[in-house]
């Protein structure tokens, strides 16, 4: 959702996307509500390092939606207590705070990957 911390121009997409970009669907929703709508019934997942429910006693399906917060302040209270029972969290030692974002959705999307099968990972 707007405003965003990174540009959505052609050209710093298809630099992040590298030989993926082409096979991506995408859009930003300018707010939380109209993404809710577009998204339909689908399982939402909201990632904190305040959760107290692993990224990995999830069983994922087709569908889903994984959602992060900004690196700096995270998700805001208004969604994390309206949705408590669907927070997740990446486990790290007590010596580490958090994740970078960049990590976490990665270390996320691959177990999502991973426990659907796609591709034979």
Do not use: C
């Amino acid at each position: 959702m707007r405003p965003l911390g990174f540009r959505v121009d052609e050209k710093s997409l298809r630099r992040a996307g590298l030989d993926y970009w082409q096979h991506l669907d995408w859009e930003v929703a300018d707010h939380w509500d109209d993404l809710l709508e577009r998204l339909g019934e689908t399982r939402i997942w909201f990632f904190s390092r305040f959760a107290t429910q692993s990224y990995a006693d999830v069983d994922y399906q087709a569908g889903d939606t994984l959602v992060f917060g900004s690196e700096t302040s995270g998700l805001p209270d208004k969604l994390t207590k309206v949705n408590a029972d669907r927070l997740l969290r990446i486990n790290t030692t007590e010596h580490i705070r958090s994740l970078n974002l960049a990590t976490s959705v990665g270390v996320a999307a691959f177990e999502a990957v991973r426990q659907l099968n796609v591709g034979g990972v």
